[in-house]
């Protein structure tokens, strides 16, 4: 099999405060992770791209102050949304690339925050 | 930068009939992944499909099936027998072959209704 987890599933947090969503490959190594932010009934859009051991790329028009991310390992890749407001309020996806099955990227549950 | 286009918000279809769903997309690369996801109103992403490019014959999988069209880079995804579980949110994706990153770009996607 091939699982990414996500933790928290949902978070609420006061405006000002940061927040650290975990993405975790369950049962196999990522060396890449992407971070995806999805508003309600709208498709995904990429965020940035995690690298283990590496900065993060991140794509244009997302501040990389604000949403900081870390891959420390092959399995664990974190996002923290620092100093949040309502604004940031939407549904964060995270998903792993297990480049030895024909490029197929692997998902997890998401997570929904919402700021107060 | 690649694009991928799905024209039809929303779709609906009865219980048992076929439907399809259009995607077409702009690159201007040669060889490449074309997926179809599938979000249900749990949000999480579940692959229906994946089509490589440089492979002519279409792909299936049980009742789901894509008519590759690559000249006219058009990548529709056709159900079979529809069941009230394939009641969700359609996305087509692009992904390159390329290392760069093997990011995924999204269509819109395709709100599916099936009604009983």
Known sequence: GAVVS????WVICKSGTSVKIECRSLDFQATTMFWYRQFPKQSLMLMATSNEGSKATYEQGVEKDKFLINHASLTLSTLTVTSAHPEDSSFYICSADKSTRNNEQFFGPGTRLTVL | AQTVTQSQPEMSVQEAETVTLSCTYDTSESDYYLFWYKQPPSRQMILVIRQE??????ATENRFSVNFQKAAKSFSLKISD???GDAAMYFCAYRT????????????GTRLMVKP
């Open chain 2, 97 to 108: 072959t390329h290392n760069a990153g093997n990011m995924l770009t999204f269509g819109g």
């Open chain 2, 53 to 58: 490019a440089y492979k002519q014959q279409n």
């Open chain 2, 82 to 84: 529809s069941q009230l």
């Open chain 1, 6 to 9: 996500q933790h928290p599933s």
